[in-house]
């Protein structure tokens, strides 16, 4: 699943998020009702996965979302192809029953009956688009392993609530927050063939795409206060230019996906007096401490929490053992070997790590939420510049949108908004010939613009001090130099450090930016590391490289004993204004 995700996003030229949260939802669906992790007698989490890809139009949310529901379609295509056939045979064995059955009627027949009537095929589904809530049940009793919903645009499905409720009002989002936790389903109707339905355990997985502004208009105080939107995974990746690929997924992959897909929806339920019911997986004493360790951390991150954030860090608990409860199963399918068995400490681990990556995203997309149109558009007009490569002329900045720029007056005064609030500066290029000197925005990455040689640099010689440029936000130097070192905090005292990093940065994290587990990006920065031992620049006696949110608290240790500290701003997800961090190189 890796390797498809990470290939397709290559081929596609994307964020590897906008194929991989479709996957959570698509491999969760599949495995459906057959598993559930318990993580003590009374209390289990099923496999439903409810995933939203955030993204403007043009961003290729599309492509990377068909390329994991792309199989599913096929093989529902398959099915209903089958189901078709099965049909006709049904209606041919149905006629035949009725016909024996009135000929024997008419002679008065004394013998044995025909038989029992033929009994009408069910159409299997692993996945559908648009469906009420009454037909969706009719499905769910026919399909106890659940199903996926997969909307290209979810925008549809979160206005569809209310769709079919007639004059008298009324609501499905009761019965979808139902279905969220596998819960019970109960439809009754008067103008059907099944007049009631009972579902016991009704398990859809979700998962599509959504504009920004059309979720900040679907996240309603309804949707907000029930906890609808807690409920969702969501992730928003930068945008980043299309730049053309030869890159494709080896058909190998892709066949090893597909595999992957049809044998987990093949796994296999647990019946006991004919009734189906899911395995239950329990986690190993291993797993068990580190369930206990992250439960009771996180518990902490939600007292400190509220509104929509408490909300979401709460499902965000549930979601962490049902990531790894997904891990697990699709770990051991994909080897080939049996998941009955204890979940162990590396699926919870991976499950713990999705968790906190998700609720940095959460922050963010819900920062952006809540954003004042003055906000939004600023925060768009620094991603426009950030796409660019972190530098924009006015003329340009007009170009790209003479609406809402039509003249150099207002895009510089946008530019120059940006300037007072300390993240970007102006420059001047050359003229060309007889032309006047050009202005040139440049974005910072920090909250100052100047370049500064703070006191640990004092002997470093002057060709290197003259690559410590504070770098922009796409990672190259004011002055074009490439510049992906990582940022160093100087050691300082314990009063200063205890109110910025003890009470708020956990808070603070992902507010502006996202994580990037990119292995390459982090050995680059351990090699960096190691050269700057070499040189004097670092210590080399001791240098701590903090890479993970969950690894900040030892932060003021390593200052109080006067340890180097390099932090990754991408994978801890800090912000330099807010988190006062000051960069030196």
Request: net charge negative; charged share 25%; with cysteine.
């Amino acid at each position: 699943l890796r390797e498809y995700i990470a290939e397709g996003s290559q081929a596609l030229g994307c964020d590897p998020a906008y194929l991989g949260m479709p996957a959570l939802a698509a491999t969760a669906s599949l495995v459906g009702n057959s598993r559930t992790i318990a993580l003590k007698r009374s209390w289990e989490e099923p496999c439903v996965v409810w995933s939203l890809i955030v993204g403007d139009s043009g961003t290729l949310k599309s492509p990377a979302y068909l390329k994991i529901v792309s199989p599913l379609f096929r093989t529902q295509k398959r099915l209903l192809k089958k189901h078709h056939s099965d049909m006709e045979e049904f209606q041919e064995a149905k006629a035949r029953y009725e016909q024996t059955l009135k000929e024997s009627r008419k002679k008065n027949y004394e013998g044995d009956p025909p038989g029992e009537p033929p009994q009408e095929p069910v159409l299997h589904r692993v996945i559908c688009s648009d469906t009420t809530i009454e037909k969706l049940a009719e499905i769910l009793e026919d399909n106890p392993r659940g199903t996926l919903l997969a909307r290209d645009e979810l925008a549809a499905w979160l206005g569809s609530f209310s769709r079919y409720r007639g004059k008298k009002g009324g609501s499905d989002l009761p019965n979808w927050l139902e279905l969220f936790r596998a819960g019970t389903l109960i439809v009754d109707r008067k103008t059907a063939e099944r007049k009631t339905i009972f579902v016991t355990r009704a398990a859809v997985s979700i998962t599509g795409g959504i504009q920004p502004g059309a979720l900040a208009r679907a996240f309603t105080d309804e949707f907000l206060d029930a906890g609808l939107a807690a409920r969702l995974l969501m992730a928003m990746p930068p945008k980043r230019p299309k730049c053309w690929t030869e890159a494709e997924i080896d058909p190998r992959t892709e066949g090893d996906f597909e595999s992957l897909l049809e044998k987990l929806g093949q796994l296999e339920m647990a019946e006991c007096q004919d009734e189906l019911y899911p395995v239950r997986l329990e986690l190993s004493r291993e797993a068990k401490k580190l369930w206990i360790q992250f439960y009771n951390e996180w518990g902490q991150q939600q007292i400190q929490a509220e509104g929509e954030i408490a909300s979401a860090l709460s499902k965000l608990e549930g979601y962490a053992a049902r990531l790894a409860l997904l891990h697990h199963v699709v770990t051991c399918v994909g080897q080939g070997i049996s998941d009955e068995r204890e979940i162990g400490p590396d699926s919870v681990k991976a499950g713990i790590e999705l968790c906190h990556w998700l609720a940095s995203e959460s922050r963010r997309i819900y920062s952006v939420l809540s954003e004042s149109t003055e906000e939004r558009e600023s925060r768009r007009l620094l991603e426009h510049i950030q796409s660019r490569g972190g530098t924009i002329t006015i003329r340009e900045l007009m170009r790209a949108n003479c609406r809402r720029y039509p003249d150099t007056a207002t895009a510089r005064e946008a530019l120059n908004g940006l300037v007072e609030n300390g993240l970007g500066h102006w420059s001047q290029l050359p003229p060309k010939k007889r032309g006047k000197p050009v202005l040139v925005f440049h974005l910072c990455m920090t909250h100052d613009t100047h370049d500064t040689v703070g006191e640990s640099e004092e002997d470093l010689s002057e060709a290197d001090s003259r690559t410590l440029y504070d770098t922009l936000a796409t990672g190259t130097s004011v002055s074009g130099t490439a510049c992906t070192t990582p940022i160093y905090i100087k050691p300082t005292t314990e009063a200063s450090y205890d109110e910025s990093i003890s009470s708020g940065t956990h808070d603070s994290v992902m507010r502006v930016m996202r994580h990037a587990h990119e292995e390459s990006k982090l050995r680059n920065c351990e090699d960096q590391l190691n050269e700057k031992a070499g040189s004097g620049s670092v210590s080399s006696k001791s240098v701590m490289h903090i890479q993970m949110s969950s690894q900040l608290d030892r932060v003021l240790e390593c200052l109080i004993s006067e340890t180097q500290v390099a932090l990754d701003l991408e994978t801890t997800g800090l912000d330099p204004r807010q988190d006062r961090i000051r960069l030196i190189s």
